[in-house]
């Protein structure tokens, strides 16, 4: 009999190496879905650039994003990406090559569930009936470095005109799954443990469409 234990075999990463980020605004027509890899890898290095991670195959209206468990999108995919016997080999290329995958939702999150925050729902506020909210998930690798938004963001400073024409870009790249006349409005992180902090971000544009 040996005198040492064998060390266990890596079982793999875990949700606290992603983080969830999101591209956020309104359209008509929120809930889209494609599996064109190559518009989905374009926009993930596009908004969050040089970090392994996966883009989620789909935009959502944020009411979609939590299924009646209270299980998120970004969890899901974690989850499905975790059941894959690849998973070890999958995470070494988002490691070391900042390789970005993608992801297919499960087609449950097609189905609304309103959050105990009612806020973007018609009756709480009729004008959401027209602009309707959309997210645009990304699950995202830690790392130290910058996300390629923040890092345009920071060199723009407070030069408008700099960052317009990475926001043009980003807007472009994001046509294949929100055309036009959809609006980007920003990107942000989703914190589970806060999800009303999303619905705060389309509460503070609500007066500029009126």
């Known amino acids: 009999m040996p005198d040492t234990i064998p060390p266990a075999a890596p079982t793999g990463p875990t949700p606290n190496d ?8 309104l359209t008509t027509t929120p809930y889209q879905q494609s599996t064109d890899f190559d518009k989905f890898g374009e926009l993930y290095k596009l908004v969050v650039g040089a970090h392994g991670g996966f883009s989620i195959a789909s935009s959502f ?12 999108v970004w969890y899901t ?18 490691t ?14 097609a189905e609304y569930h309103v959050w ?9 506020n009729p004008i959401f009936s027209r602009y ?12 130290p470095a910058a996300l390629r938004w923040d890092a345009e963001v920071a060199a723009a400073g407070a030069d ?10 980003v807007k472009e790249a994001m046509q294949f799954l929100q055309p036009a006349p959809a609006l980007l409005l920003g990107f942000g992180e989703f914190d589970e443990q806060h999800p009303e902090q999303l619905i705060e971000k389309f509460m503070n544009c609500r007066e500029l469409l009126r």
Not at 18 to 25: E, N
């Open 77 to 94: 995919a974690f989850a499905q990406f975790y059941a894959q016997p690849s998973r070890i080999e999958m995470f070494g290329e988002m």
């Open 132 to 143: 309707v909210p959309f997210v645009i998930p990304f699950l995202v690798r830690k790392a």
């Open 96 to 109: 070391l090559e900042k390789t970005p995958f993608l992801v297919v939702p499960p087609a449950s999150f």
């Open 18 to 25: 992603f983080a969830s980020f999101y591209l956020y605004g």
């Open 116 to 124: 105990p925050d009612a806020r973007l729902t018609h009756a709480e």
């Open 61 to 72: 209206h944020p009411y979609q994003l939590l299924n009646p468990a209270g299980v998120s």
């Open 160 to 169: 408008r005109e700099r960052l317009s024409w990475y926001l043009e870009a």
